[in-house]
């Protein structure tokens, strides 16, 4: 039996705050507003009780910013989508961001079980003079465990509609494409960082926000695997292959600290839930 959930999280600001009300269906929460910058930025721990997906279940997550908020959401931990029997499982996120809003998503990693059929689609909105700050980082398998990804397939979907938009289909039985050195090289975790605006950056913004993400890989044990470009005026991404999913995560968040402090002169602690 599927085990469907919807989330709707809106961002407003009240009196210089930033306040979150959210309305769920099913088994999607959010844990309470948080403050550890001030009443200007509202982190959000958005958890999904069961813990995981299998075949036919659909998460809809929808997330809202009216002008002048800042919302930052991550998860406590992976995303799972367990093996199915036939039917895919489907996470599917929209953000949409009003005019001088600003955002984050800064999830755990999606890890795939072997045997899964899953689908995992982001959606960004933005107006004119919104930015965002997000990643999107996936592992094949469990490794680690002795578990490798041998069966199953997933899809990654990532849309700026009419701006940018990555798509891929990953099936374990593509052995070129999870192996060549045009493809994953014989790595399974894919990890995206993008820093995306509702109106194209200038070139001087663009180019420093290149800079500083080389300036990090330079020194970073990934560097070999990861590169960073501006496929759009409007957006800025890095990806990196890696063999597990923390040195990629790592590399992500110091990327991802670099750009914050730069562009919104903002420090970057990190989510509490993160050193929980």
Not at 17 to 27: D, Q
Not at 117 to 135: C, F, Q, S, V
Not at 234 to 248: F, G, H, M, S, T
């Amino acid at each position: 039996m599927a085990w469907n959930a919807t989330l709707s999280l809106d961002y407003s600001v009240q009196a210089s705050k930033t306040v979150a009300h959210f309305r769920h269906s099913g088994p999607l929460r959010i844990l309470q507003s948080l403050y550890p910058e001030g009443d200007a930025v509202c982190h959000n721990v958005l958890v999904h009780p069961p813990g995981g997906l299998v075949g036919g279940d659909t998460l809809d997550i929808s997330v809202t910013a009216a002008a002048g908020s800042h919302g930052l959401i991550t998860t406590p931990g992976a995303t799972r989508f367990y093996q199915s029997l036939g039917e895919a499982a489907l996470q599917r996120s929209h953000i949409k961001l009003a005019a001088g809003a600003r955002g984050e998503w800064l999830p755990q990693e999606a890890l795939c079980y072997s045997g899964c059929l899953a689908e995992n689609h982001l959606t960004l909105d933005l107006a004119p003079g919104a930015e965002l700050m997000g990643w999107d980082v996936t592992a094949l398998g469990l490794p680690s465990a002795g578990q490798p990804f041998v069966q199953g397939s997933f899809c990654q979907h990532i849309e700026m509609p009419g701006v940018w938009l990555e798509r891929a289909r990953l099936g374990a039985d593509d052995l070129l494409l999870l192996n060549s050195p045009l493809g994953l090289a014989g790595q399974r975790c894919i990890a995206t960082l993008f820093f995306v605006a509702g109106s194209k950056l200038e070139r001087p913004r663009r180019q420093q926000a290149l800079d500083l993400a080389r300036q990090v890989m330079e020194t970073h044990p990934l560097s070999s695997s990861a590169g960073v470009t501006s496929p759009d005026a409007q957006v800025v991404v890095l990806r990196v292959l890696a063999p597990l999913v923390e040195p990629a995560m790592g590399l992500l968040k110091q990327v991802w600290a670099a750009w914050r402090q730069h562009f919104w002169q903002k420090s970057a602690p990190g989510p509490r839930i993160w050193s929980a």
